[in-house]
């Protein structure tokens, strides 16, 4: 037996000791006192099958690998199955040689060997508790107990309860809360089962609970989401402990447990892909990552890494954030990832096709884009070159240096743009489907979400930073609504949509229900412990220029069409030559920049589009020259 500890050693001895004592008093009870000479001697001469059959039924039945101080009911079934176990063999030995005592005493007999080995483990249990307290209340001294509100009685809930009886924290667990009425006023391991969520509010105040820990890690996020929000009206600490997707085992502990992130207050079910169609997607392919130091490009460039790629290219043009993907990358996986970090600008139409023209990546995800759109209000010219022009660059390069497929990472705010943002994101979409068109042995594809929880330039940093100074929210107006992910289910469900690319779709993702911002706000101040517009004021500081105060993911008039995602929908789109024409001036009107060349460029653009299945279309039709840049005329 490995690790054999004295404790271990004594519980052997102990059970072997007690299947002796049990046979003589088991004897002693059926004659009541007065053995026959001829049932001793048959104790004598069987007394070694009991003693060899119980050190081989109660090893084999996980008697000394339990964790008894933590045991629950289902445990102490396994010394019941031991001790049975030991007994039919026992009986079934003894019947071959001969040497059977009467039924009554091997009934007498499994009665006291169950009782004695049940009394030690329940006696160990007590002592080890009672000795915790002990030192618990020695090493606090006279620091008042957290006492403990449990959300969820089932099997995570009952691991959580006997881990706070038994370790050493000053956390007490007081009582349960739970939806299912068929455990109300029962207890759950000596702790009581006293309501349903619509009672947490009132129970924490009526028993004075200091912290709240919901245990409900099979419940959906959305009754997650739902639950935590009850729990933040009282002033307890709240915790939680995550879904099962996100701890390495079945089995919880009290270190899982852990405080609540703004992304549980947003109800959205972890993201399940199809790792196979990714994988293949994938797996040994030369993989290009623009932006790859951004928020999006860094959490596809690490779901990338773990699919096998033959390369991976990170390609930015801010050196510190993607020097530190490289290093973490290059720590995680320790020479088995061919990595390539190159710097650079989607701009510089000469770099890439240096870029391109040695690496031949098979696959593109386009992320590098400015995003921030009070910025680009004031600097449309740059927007239009970097994300615009930035995108026809490198879409361009990848056909013409044999890429499979191209990926373009889009954003809602191109629906019925209102900002330069939006509208030179709608122009990369449309870049795209044009060069789809044009170039029928390439794949190119946009994929449009919301916004992305905590991703850089976005307001949930700013008000972090808001709360930590003490200092005013702003939030632009309380009716103001967007859609939120997190960073790795945007990339996941991209790394998704690129695997179901067959060419010119745009790919909606699924972002649930809109969250009002004044809303995380509150949810943002309550999770720093603090109370909204008495810690912490909110001030509402109006839209900003170009914004909407809803987003939307399609107009309309446009349908989608479901994928074999769940979360993933392909738009439907409109092809009428003169709407896209009227759309084609509304953006350039809305961008209102002339340093570009956008007009002249664009009209090509279109022309290309129009013309692509015309006799003269096809890959021989005039694909414009970006007129900002001379140099393309060279690189391309």
Same mark, same amino acid.
């Given at each position: 037996?490995?690790?054999?500890?004295?404790?271990?050693?004594?519980l052997i001895?102990?059970?072997?000791?007690?299947s002796?004592?049990a046979?003589?008093l088991?004897?002693?009870v059926?004659?009541e006192?007065?053995?026959?000479?001829q049932?001793?001697?048959?104790i004598?001469?069987?007394?070694?099958?009991?003693?060899?059959?119980a050190?081989v039924?109660?090893?084999?039945?996980?008697?000394?690998?339990?964790?008894?101080?933590?045991?629950?009911?289902?445990q102490y079934?396994?010394?019941?199955a031991?001790?049975?176990?030991q007994?039919f063999?026992?009986v079934v030995?003894?019947q071959?040689?001969k040497r059977?005592?009467?039924l009554?005493v091997?009934?007498?007999?499994?009665?006291?060997? #169950?009782?004695?080995?049940f009394a030690i &483990?329940?006696f160990?249990r007590?002592y080890?508790?009672?000795?915790?307290i002990?030192?618990?209340?020695?090493?606090q001294k006279?620091?008042?107990?957290i006492r403990v509100?449990i959300v969820?009685?089932?099997?995570?809930g009952?691991? @959580? @309860?006997v881990?706070?009886?038994?370790?050493?924290?000053?956390?007490?667990?007081?009582l349960?809360?739970?939806?299912?009425?068929? %455990?109300?006023?029962?207890?759950?391991n000596g702790?009581?089962?006293?309501?349903?969520?619509?009672d947490i509010?009132?129970l924490?105040k009526s028993?004075? %609970?200091d912290?709240?820990?919901?245990?409900?890690?099979?419940?959906?996020?959305?009754t997650?989401r739902?639950?935590?929000? @009850?729990?933040?009206? /009282?002033n307890?600490?709240v915790?939680?402990?995550?879904?099962? #997707?996100e701890?390495?085992?079945?089995?919880v502990?009290l270190?899982d447990v852990?405080?609540?992130r703004?992304?549980?207050?947003?109800? &959205?079910?972890?993201v399940?892909?199809?790792?196979?169609?990714?994988s293949?997607f994938?797996?040994?392919k030369?993989?290009?990552v #623009?932006?790859g130091?951004?928020s999006?490009?860094?959490?596809?460039a690490?779901?990338i890494?773990s699919f096998?790629?033959?390369?991976l290219i990170?390609?930015d043009?801010?050196?510190?954030?993607?020097?530190d993907?490289?290093?973490?990358?290059?720590?995680?996986y320790?020479?088995?990832?061919d990595?390539v970090v190159?710097?650079?600008?989607v701009?510089?139409?000469?770099?890439?096709?240096?870029v391109f023209?040695?690496?031949?990546?098979d696959?593109?995800f386009?992320?590098?884009a400015h995003?921030?759109?009070?910025?680009?209000?004031?600097?449309?010219?740059?927007a239009?070159k970097?994300?615009?022009?930035?995108t026809?660059?490198?879409?361009l390069m990848a056909?013409r240096?044999?890429?499979?497929?191209f990926v373009?990472v889009s954003?809602?705010?191109a629906v019925?743009p209102t900002?330069?943002?939006?509208? /030179?994101?709608?122009l990369?979409?449309?870049?795209i489907? #044009?060069?789809?068109q044009?170039?029928p042995?390439?794949?190119?594809?946009?994929v &449009?979400?919301?916004?992305v929880l905590?991703s850089?330039?976005s307001? @949930?940093?700013l008000?972090?930073?808001?709360?930590?100074?003490?200092r005013?929210v /702003?939030v632009?107006?309380?009716?103001?609504?967007?859609?939120? =992910?997190t960073?790795?289910?945007?990339?996941?469900?991209?790394?998704?949509?690129?695997?179901?690319?067959?060419?010119?779709?745009?790919?909606?993702l699924?972002?649930g229900?809109?969250v009002?911002?004044?809303?995380?706000a509150?949810d943002l101040? &309550?999770l720093?412990g603090?109370?909204?517009?008495?810690?912490?004021?909110?001030?509402?500081?109006?839209l900003?220029?170009?914004?909407? =105060?809803?987003?939307?993911?399609f107009?309309?008039?446009?349908?989608?069409?479901?994928?074999?995602?769940?979360?993933?929908n392909?738009l439907?789109?409109?092809d009428?030559?003169?709407?896209?024409?009227s759309e084609?001036?509304?953006?350039k009107? %809305?961008?209102n920049d002339?340093?570009?060349?956008?007009?002249?460029?664009?009209?090509?653009?279109l022309?290309?589009?129009?013309?692509?299945?015309d006799d003269?279309?096809?890959?021989?039709?005039?694909?414009?020259?970006i007129?900002?840049?001379?140099?393309?005329?060279?690189?391309?």
């Amino acid at each position: 037996m490995r690790h054999l500890t004295p404790r271990k050693l004594f519980l052997i001895v102990y059970d072997l000791a007690m299947s002796l004592i049990a046979l003589l008093l088991a004897v002693l009870v059926f004659y009541e006192g007065t053995v026959p000479v001829q049932i001793f001697n048959q104790i004598k001469t069987s007394w070694f099958v009991f003693v060899i059959l119980a050190v081989v039924c109660f090893r084999l039945s996980g008697f000394y690998t339990q964790m008894w101080p933590f045991a629950r009911g289902s445990q102490y079934l396994v010394l019941i199955a031991g001790t049975t176990i030991q007994l039919f063999l026992t009986v079934v030995t003894l019947q071959i040689l001969k040497r059977s005592f009467p039924l009554a005493v091997y009934i007498t007999y499994w009665f006291i060997l #169950t009782s004695s080995v049940f009394a030690i &483990r329940i006696f160990y249990r007590f002592y080890r508790t009672r000795k915790q307290i002990k030192r618990v209340k020695k090493n606090q001294k006279d620091d008042r107990p957290i006492r403990v509100m449990i959300v969820g009685a089932g099997e995570a809930g009952s691991q @959580i @309860i006997v881990e706070l009886k038994t370790s050493q924290s000053r956390r007490i667990p007081v009582l349960a809360i739970d939806d299912n009425p068929l %455990i109300q006023n029962y207890e759950n391991n000596g702790v009581p089962v006293l309501g349903t969520r619509d009672d947490i509010v009132e129970l924490a105040k009526s028993y004075e %609970i200091d912290e709240i820990i919901v245990a409900i890690p099979s419940a959906s996020s959305e009754t997650q989401r739902n639950i935590l929000k @009850i729990c933040h009206k /009282t002033n307890c600490r709240v915790r939680l402990l995550p879904f099962f #997707t996100e701890l390495s085992t079945d089995q919880v502990h009290l270190s899982d447990v852990r405080d609540i992130r703004i992304d549980d207050l947003l109800g &959205r079910d972890p993201v399940v892909y199809d790792m196979d169609v990714v994988s293949e997607f994938i797996k040994d392919k030369v993989v290009l990552v #623009t932006g790859g130091g951004g928020s999006i490009g860094s959490e596809l460039a690490a779901q990338i890494a773990s699919f096998s790629p033959k390369t991976l290219i990170l390609f930015d043009i801010c050196e510190n954030s993607v020097y530190d993907l490289q290093q973490e990358l290059i720590a995680r996986y320790a020479g088995a990832l061919d990595l390539v970090v190159l710097i650079g600008s989607v701009r510089d139409a000469k770099r890439l096709s240096e870029v391109f023209s040695r690496w031949r990546p098979d696959v593109v995800f386009h992320a590098a884009a400015h995003k921030h759109v009070p910025l680009m209000e004031d600097s449309p010219g740059e927007a239009v070159k970097n994300n615009v022009y930035g995108t026809y660059n490198t879409a361009l390069m990848a056909a013409r240096c044999g890429s499979k497929r191209f990926v373009l990472v889009s954003t809602d705010k191109a629906v019925n743009p209102t900002n330069v943002m939006g509208a /030179t994101k709608r122009l990369c979409e449309i870049v795209i489907l #044009t060069l789809n068109q044009v170039f029928p042995d390439m794949s190119y594809a946009a994929v &449009r979400f919301g916004n992305v929880l905590g991703s850089s330039g976005s307001v @949930i940093p700013l008000f972090e930073r808001q709360i930590k100074d003490k200092r005013a929210v /702003t939030v632009t107006h309380p009716d103001v609504e967007r859609f939120f =992910m997190t960073i790795p289910e945007a990339s996941s469900l991209v790394l998704q949509a690129g695997a179901y690319a067959k060419g010119g779709e745009i790919f909606i993702l699924d972002m649930g229900n809109p969250v009002r911002i004044d809303d995380l706000a509150r949810d943002l101040i &309550r999770l720093s412990g603090l109370v909204p517009d008495i810690d912490v004021p909110i001030e509402y500081i109006g839209l900003r220029p170009g914004e909407k =105060m809803k987003e939307e993911l399609f107009l309309p008039n446009e349908s989608i069409d479901r994928t074999e995602h769940m979360k993933i929908n392909i738009l439907s789109q409109i092809d009428n030559p003169e709407l896209l024409h009227s759309e084609i001036e509304n953006l350039k009107r %809305i961008i209102n920049d002339d340093e570009t060349g956008l007009d002249s460029f664009m009209s090509e653009l279109l022309s290309a589009l129009t013309s692509y299945a015309d006799d003269n279309g096809g890959p021989n039709c005039r694909l414009p020259e970006i007129p900002y840049d001379a140099s393309l005329r060279a690189a391309l």
